[in-house]
């Protein structure tokens, strides 16, 4: 299974939550299969959706999800010790793990060699950590929604991508509609 598959049966489980989606394809995907007001699309800052999801956990009460990817993470590796370090049960980290840099051509990253996020993010104190695959994506999801406790999930899948068309929305208006659903 890889990454649009996982996100497109995420989509019923997601729906109505905050969510932080990561740049490039994987917000492509999300607006693709499953556009709401409550998803926030990054089309910018690679490696910071995590960091954002976090900021918006903390300074609110509702359940944020982030999507991330494992080249995302692995540009700003700061942010694990900080999630860890500010626990905010109402935070769900989904870190989809395909080995690549999906969204720039496939590159391999280092967690699809020798690095594992899971131990990562455990090492930096991050203590309700699973790791799953992509056919466990929703079960997890759903328990980590349902537990009301702090998640860091990695997902692991193969890496692939389909032809999404790029979104139209003006980032503005992404931002206002987003706002609107975390005041709702």
């Not at 995420?10 to 499953?34: A, D, K, R, T």
């Not at 300074?59 to 692995?74: H, P």
């Not at 695959?133 to 692991?156: H, N, R």
């Amino acid at each position: 299974m890889i990454r649009s598959e996982i996100i497109k049966n995420l989509v019923p489980v997601l729906s109505g939550q905050l969510v932080v989606c990561n740049i490039g394809l994987p917000s492509q995907e999300m607006h693709l299969f499953g556009d709401q007001p409550s998803n926030f699309y990054m089309l910018g800052t690679m490696g910071l959706s995590s960091s954002i999801g976090l900021g918006l956990a903390l300074a609110q009460d509702k359940t944020v999800v982030a999507i991330d990817g494992d080249g995302s993470v692995l540009t700003n590796l700061g942010t694990l010790p900080t999630i860890a370090n500010n626990v905010r049960d109402n935070f769900i980290l989904l870190i989809i793990d395909n080995g690549s840099y999906g969204s720039t051509g496939d590159q391999p990253t280092y967690a699809g060699k020798k690095t594992s996020l899971a131990a990562v993010a455990s090492a930096c104190g991050c203590e309700n950590v699973i790791e799953c695959q992509a056919d466990e994506a929703v079960s997890v999801v759903e328990k980590a929604i349902a537990s009301k406790k702090m998640t860091i999930i990695i997902c692991k899948c193969i890496s692939g991508n389909i032809p999404v068309p790029v979104i139209t929305l003006d980032p503005v208006v992404i931002r206002h509609r987003f706002m609107q659903a975390v005041e709702a």
